[in-house]
């Protein structure tokens, strides 16, 4: 996922993502957690992270991903139906 200027303002946060992190020592999960935040909010990969660590991130990554999938959808059908609706006051 790359810098996007319109994001959904949340993610799907799954049990088994928050399983996964609490097997983490503390300071790991915080490193993971920081690499989520920074993927959600700007789509910056993490590149500090070890091989555990990673593995919980990628999981969570693919959430964030499929989140921000179905907000995408979700404003394309907006604005096809905004204009169908508006297209046909215009008549």
């Known amino acids: 996922m790359s810098k996007k200027d319109k994001r959904p303002s949340y993610f799907c ?6 399983n996964m992190i609490s097997l983490l020592e503390v300071e790991s ?3 993971v957690i ?8 700007d789509g910056v990969a ?6 555990k660590e ?3 991130f990628n999981r969570i990554q693919r959430d964030m991903d499929m989140s921000y999938e179905l907000y995408r959808k979700k404003v394309e ?3 096809k139906g905004a204009e ?3 297209r046909a006051n215009d008549d």
């Open 46 to 51: 993490p590149n500090n992270l070890d091989r």
């Open 29 to 31: 999960a915080g490193r």
């Open 54 to 56: 990673m593995t919980v």
């Open 34 to 41: 920081h690499a989520v935040s920074d993927y959600f909010a």
């Open 13 to 18: 946060f799954f049990i088994e993502a928050c």
């Open 84 to 86: 169908i609706r508006y």
């Open 77 to 79: 059908g907006g604005k």
